[in-house]
């Protein structure tokens, strides 16, 4: 009764005040309908902006992860093939992003040359959600371009190695893709052994399956300047697209392309609005899976010099504590680490830029409308966060700057006469001085940011564009779970030295390892995201099976954790198998790792000969190759009684060498040919039983 009383009382006041503006003549019910729509729309002003407020306090909250290309949800849906338009897919196989690059530039250029192409760019992670699904998908491309990196030890990258493994091995082989028309732009370095074998495998599985070859393949090598090798490479490609997407009776002259610098959306916020902590968590993150793209915070439990005092140099021995994270690891497998730049190398690129380093941003690939900004590759860290916390995680600032982020920094340049050189060094009149000033030289994208100070790029841009994005260093871990469950051991030598320009160059994730504070010597102690990268290094599922392992230097790393795992089957009362293990350092007094623990396991039957190659201790050098020779029958002997052989290390040097070497043993030990010997030692790596970690 008291409610009715109130809101009729309430009606009349308003009625008298509205009275005026509206006239006698409105009924009541008019006066109700505004005062309710007036109310109405009130209140959906104070939940909107109440949703907005716990949205940027979510957002404040949101855990900090290295985010994955942002595709699609389904290529089939999303690509207008109205209008007589044809489908043009681009995949990429990317471990550093580069491929990724080259694949969005790629669709870029086609988009500007031609209107009758629908281009869609797709990762080839993303392409399906099972193998089975591959070939029905593949069936439906009628163009289809791959840029595919090589790495490793001839492996493919992390997001192509599912669709690699299926279209080389998982097949029955019949399948035809004569409805194909291709083109493959392989990515790698001529320095390793298996130079873009990636993309060459592709390229010739592509046309045994009937699809049709549009140009030859493109062979990147990044020892050079693989970006020419790519302009280069889309040269032929364009006389061919012709015939295909531009109509016969079309005579226009095609426009030169420039191709657009990207550029991410730049948002300044208020400095209570970053939050930066989240990384820094050493509890499971809540994915279904750990990965390069959603890594886990590990502190350092140990950390202790392997070098004595003698030694010029450092090795360092580095145990991340797993236990609570939802880490976990099989002997051979890598551990992947996103360590930071040095607090120098921040505040240096931040004057460079000419910002504070507190300064809290975000960037987005989208307009404010919500339209695409064009081919700005995903950013490299979620925001918003300081700009001091981006260089240090996110920004690689000591890699030789490719050539389109010097074009970035030219059009940004104030000063006429760095605006000139920086072009030229892009220029094909200046491919010889950028190889000579920026490949040879090593010189870092800070010194070339130093040598063109007038170039200051805004952050959209510098982020976009000019830095690329800081990847994780990769470890043979030195450890097995068996020994050590709840560590994962890493075994680094220090990178550290001068280049040609008289910079002393620190590696960046051996130095961070180098003062690594651990849980046992403080509670402040150091700690960096993580993640497991698998590996086919593993031991032989028979532990009776002979094993050769070849390792100097950090190359024992993995070896550690093979023999840890033998010494726990051993102590269950497993039968091993005989084990030969080649190690080799400068000198015992310096350098021999892990010394005492190799003459353990030799004394407890793990290993059944060390045999260690001391290169500066005679007159001359001696290498593991020398005591491979050396011991070549023995060797030989225990690889025919179907034994494996294992490799870890510098790919450029040791590993090609002990090849060499191990091709030589071949010949010699069963009386073959040269070819012979080849095909031996191919039969040998066909069947996995020689492998190698190398890098």
Known sequence: MSSTFYASDLFKQLRSVLGPYLGDSVSDDVVLVIITT????????VVLLWRKTTSDRGQELKPLMIPKSLMSKDEDDDVDLGSGKTRVSIFFGTQTGTAEGFAKALAEEIKARYEKAAVKVIDLDDYAADDDQYEEKLKKETMAFFCVATYGDGEPTDNAARF???????????????????????????????????????????SKKGAKRLIEVGLGDDDQSIEDDFNA????????????????????????????????????????????????????????????HHPCRAN???????????????????????????????????????????????????????????????????????????????????????LGTALAKYADLLSPPRKSALVALASYATEPSEAKKLKHLTSPDGKDEYSQWIVASQRSLLEVMAAFPSAKAPLGVFFAAIAPRLQPRYYSISSSPRFAPSRVHVTCALVYGPTPTGRIHKGLCSTWMKNAVPAEKSRECSGAPIFIRASNFKLPSNPSVPIVMVGPGTGLAPFRGFLQERMALKEDGVELGPCLLFFGCRNRRMDFIYEDEL?????????????VAFSREGAQKEYVQHKMIEKAAQVWNLIKEEGYLYVCGDAKGMARDVHRTLHTIVQEQEGASSSEAEAIVKKLQTEGRYLRDVW
């Open 599 to 611: 003459n353990n396991f030799v004394d407890k039957g793990v290993i059944s000969e060390l045999i």
């Open 300 to 386: 350092v439990a140990v950390q202790k010099e392997l070098h004595t005092p003698e030694s010029d140099r450092s090795c360092i021995h580095l145990e991340f504590d797993i236990s609570g994270t939802g880490i976990t690891y099989e002997t051979g497998d890598h551990v992947g680490v996103y360590a930071e730049n040095h607090a120098e190398i921040v505040e240096e690129t931040g004057k460079l830029l000419g910002h504070a380093l507190d300064l809290v941003f975000s960037i987005h690939t989208d307009n404010e409308d919500g339209s695409p900004l064009g081919s700005s590759l995903p950013p490299p860290f979620p925001g918003p966060c300081t």
């Open 38 to 45: 007036s109310l109405a729309l009130v209140v959906g002003f």
């Open 233 to 292: 490479w889309k040269e032929t490609l364009w006389p061919e697209l012709d015939k295909l997407l531009r109509d016969e009776d079309d005579t226009s002259v095609v426009t030169p392309y420039t191709a657009v610098i990207p550029e991410y959306r730049l948002v300044i916020h208020d400095p209570s609005f970053a939050s930066e902590k989240s990384m820094d968590s050493n509890v499971p993150n809540g994915n279904a899976a750990i990965d390069i």
């Open 164 to 206: 690699y493994k299926w279209f080389t091995e998982g097949n029955e082989g019949d399948i035809r893709f004569q409805q194909l028309t291709y083109g493959v732009f392989a990515l790698g370095n001529r320095q390793y052994e298996h130079f873009n074998k990636i993309g060459i495998v592709l390229d010739e599985e592509l």
